[in-house]
């Protein structure tokens, strides 16, 4: 068990700052009381490749061309959360929606990986913190500030956690061999979507961020724990840089999710 540093309170006696800050509280102990491998029986239709894409629209426009079909559901309060296979690839490809946020987006990457599944790439959106980074622009997040929850229970405190080498080279040979714009980023991840201040923006630029997501910390602190490959291509939406917040298109950019898609899809083969 890894714990974190103490420090000493007004009455000289020592406290642990995990005492003090739960978040702190690192246990590598494993199994855990509730462990995915033992609740999510391994399926034999899903591959070892498997593209999570948080763009529901992108996955419908491939539903309505009839290019994926299911392999199974993922079951939650929510409902059902269905896990596709693409139709036609080698090698075989799975497609799935991990929902929005850290923790459900953890969660169910657990039970990927619970099903068969070794090798990750991610896509989804980015605000950007930088006004000069167009929407639409492929960023690939190389290291993720981890200012959410879920990180902290799957590997010790820090500032930061990284995407695994062979997906992050995968996504930059896949990109460049499309010829495909992007730039390479420093991404800011955090739970609080509506608590993104002026303060806080400046202090993540300063410290070098590019963009601000919801999920990337977690999933290369999951993937980190578990032993599997994973990295993320993120889409350039709305811009959190300025005196205030700009949409600028975000809940639009079909064409731009679906090659996007493309390009995740196209990177989880490399690995």
Not at 2 to 18: F, G, Q, Y
Request: charged share 25%; glycine share 8%; aromatic share 8%.
């Amino acid at each position: 068990m890894v714990r974190a540093k103490t420090t000493v309170s007004l009455d000289s006696r020592p406290v642990k700052m995990s005492d003090k800050y739960p978040i702190l509280d690192f246990d590598s102990d494993r199994p855990a009381v509730a462990e995915p491998s033992k609740l999510i029986a391994r399926n034999e239709a899903m591959p070892e490749h498997c593209v999570l894409c948080f763009f529901q629209s992108a996955i419908d426009a491939l539903l309505a061309r009839k290019q994926i079909t299911l392999i199974t559901n993922l079951r939650s309060e929510m409902g059902h959360h269905p896990v596709y296979l693409l139709n036609d690839s080698e090698p075989p490809v799975a497609l799935f929606q991990p929902g929005i946020g850290a923790p459900l987006a953890a969660a169910l990457f657990e039970e990927l990986i619970a099903l068969g599944g070794t090798k990750f790439i991610a896509c989804g959106t980015a605000g950007v913190l930088d006004s000069f980074i167009s929407a639409g622009r492929l960023l690939i997040p190389v290291e993720a500030v981890r200012d959410e929850g879920t990180s902290y229970h799957y590997v010790p405190p820090g500032e930061e956690v990284h995407p695994s080498a062979n997906a992050l080279r995968a996504i930059e040979a896949t990109l460049t061999s499309a010829k495909a714009s992007f730039q390479k980023v420093k991404t800011w991840t955090t739970d609080g979507i509506y608590r993104e201040t002026s303060g806080k923006i400046e202090k993540r630029k300063s410290s070098g961020c590019s963009c601000v997501d919801m999920e990337a910390s977690a999933l290369f602190a999951v993937a980190e724990f578990r032993g599997v490959e994973f990295g993320q291509v993120l889409l350039a939406a709305d811009d959190a840089g300025g005196e205030s917040w700009d949409a600028r298109g975000c809940f639009g950019m079909g064409g731009e999710k679906e090659k996007a898609l493309q390009m995740a899809i196209e990177a989880c083969k490399l690995i």
